[in-house]
């Protein structure tokens, strides 16, 4: 059974940071890209951050710079470092494979920057 369970959301004020984690399931995940996406209210999902199966990296020029995606094979994770926080950021945020080649998503995280 494929699963994607996220964590490490929170509040946290303009200029933050905060660290989301993602265990995936049931997949052979040192084979597949994974991807971190949003959802805010009222809006579409969209895609953050991307990493490849060999740990090549590429964001959104919003995101640039502020964020980093990274993975650890040996734990089935992928962890999102997020800086320099803006409300704009607030969101739920969600991990993938990249193009949800599963059909899964998890429950996401809330992350909610706000002073």
């Known amino acids: 059974q494929v699963q994607f369970v996220e964590s490490g959301g929170g509040l946290v004020q303009p200029g933050g940071s905060l660290r989301l984690s993602c265990a995936a399931s049931?997949?052979?995940?040192?084979?597949?890209?994974m991807a971190w996406y949003r959802q805010a209210p009222g809006k579409q999902r969209q895609l953050v951050a991307f990493?490849?199966?060999?740990?090549?990296?590429n964001l959104p020029d919003f995101v640039k710079g502020r964020f980093t995606i990274s993975r650890d094979n040996t734990k089935n994770t992928v962890y999102l470092q997020m800086n320099s926080l803006k409300p704009e950021d607030t969101a739920v945020y969600y991990c993938?494979?990249?193009?949800?080649?599963?059909?899964?998503w998890g429950q996401g995280t809330q992350v909610t920057v706000s002073s």
């Open positions: 993938n494979a990249y193009n949800n080649p599963f059909g899964v």
């Open positions: 049931g997949i052979a995940f040192d084979l597949y890209a």
């Open positions: 990493i490849d199966s060999s740990g090549g990296t």
